[in-house]
Each structure stands twice: as structure tokens, then as C-alpha cells.
């Protein structure tokens, strides 16, 4: 399976020594990958409004008109899942990473063999999440990973797609989702609600509680096979 990597820093020599370090490890890897570079995170953003099947960046920090933070964020309204991996030059930036879940940061000079073990973090993360389904949302297409889904809700024209980070209202069934979501990770404990196995905290008779303590109902008639995948889930089929 092919890698898309992108490099978005405003310096050329930069680019040309991150591009040639992702050339070494993917051949000593036997890694097929594809890299593309962006000298402005307004060029990476335009790019990548269009195409999200991009899977790792790597990302300067400081760069004129908007900085790196700054794309994360914009990113992250609609992309849990792509790998960033900053290059800064200063480390006063790592508290603002976890904001926007970035896989880790780099500071300059950046060394070969650091570069290579995040490359080959990502390329692990990415194996974790293949599951995914693809909707239209906030007027543009959006990959979303199957395990960040907590639940969803259905509605009158549509449902709303909760994650771990974001919503997504969604102009599809909840019968037509149910059939593309992993039957091993979700649950329809209700005609209006699917939920993922993975955060459910507790499950009642009336109603199923959430890692965020949030609750949803539940169908007394399906309460014991629910349950049961509950169970399941948690002793026998977990990865």
C-alpha cells in the first residue's frame, strides 16, 4: 500500500534534505511511497482540500503568513487521522501539539535516524487504521476512521457522526452506515443509535453509558444480545 507523504517547510534546503531522508528510509524499508512539497501552508491546505488521502506531513512549525500550529488546527476540524510530525527549530511548541494530536515533533538539525523511527511510528498507525468510511460533511469530503467514531445518532435527513473529536451531520441512513461500519466494533442498540463497543463504559437496561458519560438509549428486546458483544468484545475479540 502506497504512502502519501507530504513536506511543507518555506525553506528549499529543508525540503530537499526531509525529501531525501524519506527516499533513504523507504528504500532501506522496502516502503512504496509518493512525496509532494508545499513551501506554504496556504499551498498544503489548498492541495489537501481537494485530496485527503494524504497520510503523514511533515510540518514546519514557523513559517510566514500562517504558521504550522496554525494549519494543524484547520486540518483537524475534519482529519483526525493524518500523522504529523513537526520540524521546529525551538521546542516552546510541543504543549501546543497535543492540541492537535501531532505524532511528533523534530527540532532542527534534524537527524536521519529520528526521522526514521517516526516515519515507521506513523506507517504502524496507519496499519491500525485502515478501517474507514468516507462522507460528505462541512462541504467537502471527509475520511473518517471507524475506530475514533463513538456513536451515531440518526435524524430526519440524515445522521450526526460523533468522534472522539469532532461531529459530522451527514446526509445518509443509519441503516446504510450500519452496513459500512465493522459489525465486531459496533452496536445498533437502538433504531436512532449505532455505538462503538470500544467506548462504552457500562450498559442498563434503559440506556448504555459512554466513556464521556454521556447516554444513549438502548432497546430492552436487543439488551441481552448487546450485552453479549459487549462481552465479546472485551474478552475475546479486542485487539
Known amino acids: 500500500m502506497q504512502k502519501k507523504i507530504a513536506i511543507c517547510d518555506d525553506e528549499e534546503l529543508q525540503i530537499e534534505l526531509l525529501s531525501k531522508f524519506v527516499v533513504d528510509w523507504a528504500k532501506k524499508s522496502s516502503k512504496?511511497?509518493?512525496i509532494s512539497s508545499y513551501k506554504s501552508a496556504e499551498s498544503f491546505y489548498f492541495q489537501w482540500?481537494?485530496?485527503k488521502s494524504f497520510d503523514?506531513?511533515?510540518l514546519d512549525?514557523?513559517?510566514p503568513g500562517e504558521n504550522g500550529i496554525e494549519l494543524a488546527k484547520r486540518i483537524r476540524k475534519s482529519d483526525e487521522n493524518l500523522s504529523i510530525i513537526f520540524i521546529t527549530g525551538l521546542s516552546d511548541y510541543m504543549?501546543?501539539?497535543y492540541d492537535v494530536s501531532a505524532l511528533h515533533y523534530l527540532i532542527k538539525p534534524v537527524k536521519e535516524y529520528k526521522l526514521y523511527a517516526c516515519l515507521d511510528k506513523a506507517c504502524r498507525?496507519?496499519?491500525r487504521q485502515q478501517k474507514f468510511i468516507m462522507a460528505y460533511a462541512n462541504s467537502m469530503n471527509i475520511r473518517i476512521m471507524q475506530e475514533n467514531i463513538v456513536y451515531v445518532e440518526a435524524f430526519a435527513h440524515g445522521v450526526l457522526i460523533q468522534t472522539t473529536k469532532n461531529s459530522y451531520e451527514v446526509n445518509r441512513s443509519i441503516g446504510k452506515l450500519e452496513k459500512e461500519l465493522d459489525c465486531t466494533m459496533f452496536v445498533r442498540c437502538h433504531r436512532s443509535y449505532l455505538a462503538s463497543l470500544k467506548y462504552i463504559s457500562k450498559i442498563g437496561k434503559s440506556g448504555i453509558t459512554l466513556d464521556s458519560n454521556k447516554i444513549i438509549p438502548v432497546s430492552r428486546r436487543i439488551y441481552n444480545d448487546i450485552n453479549k458483544a459487549f462481552i465479546t468484545y472485551y474478552r475475546g475479540n479486542k485487539s
Do not use: R, T
Request: hydrophobic share 45%; no cysteine; aromatic share 0%.
Open 49 to 51: 482540500s481537494n485530496d
Open 95 to 97: 504543549d501546543q501539539g
Open 61 to 63: 512549525i514557523q513559517m
Open 125 to 127: 498507525k496507519i496499519i
Open 32 to 34: 512504496d511511497i509518493e
Open 56 to 58: 503523514i506531513l511533515l
